[in-house]
């Protein structure tokens, strides 16, 4: 059965800031990362990290979002900052052997950010 739990989406308005936390101990030693699906997009990567820390951003996320993970505590962070109404999506943890080849935690719900302007 997978670990998982995802959390810290929410509502924040354009310009503020939202920390999203995954913690999985099932991929813990897998690349994890954060991709998106706003209703009617395509999924959407956001940024990945190995497990040695090596980090990978898409074009929406650079210069604005940061991903860090805790080995130790099993969990991977991405900070948003500078939030814009177009970053509204699902937020879906993801794994994968390398950064490129991230998908979304299979049994994660996914957690809803909202940014109004």
């Known amino acids: 059965q997978v670990q998982l739990e995802e959390s810290g989406g929410g509502l924040a308005q354009a310009g503020g800031s939202l920390r999203l936390s995954c913690t999985t101990r099932t991929f813990s030693g897998s690349a994890l990362g954060w991709v998106r699906q706003a209703p009617g997009r395509d999924r959407e990567f956001v940024a990945g990290i190995t497990l040695s820390g090596g980090t990978w951003y898409g074009d929406p996320a650079k210069g604005r979002f940061t991903i860090a993970r805790d080995n130790a505590k099993n969990t991977v962070y991405l900070q948003m900052n500078r939030l814009k109404p177009e970053d509204t999506a699902v937020y879906y943890c993801?794994?994968?052997?390398?950064?490129?080849?991230?998908?979304?935690?299979?049994g994660g719900q996914g957690t809803q950010v909202t940014v109004s302007s």
């Open positions: 993801a794994a994968g052997d390398t950064v490129s080849t991230l998908t979304p935690i299979l």
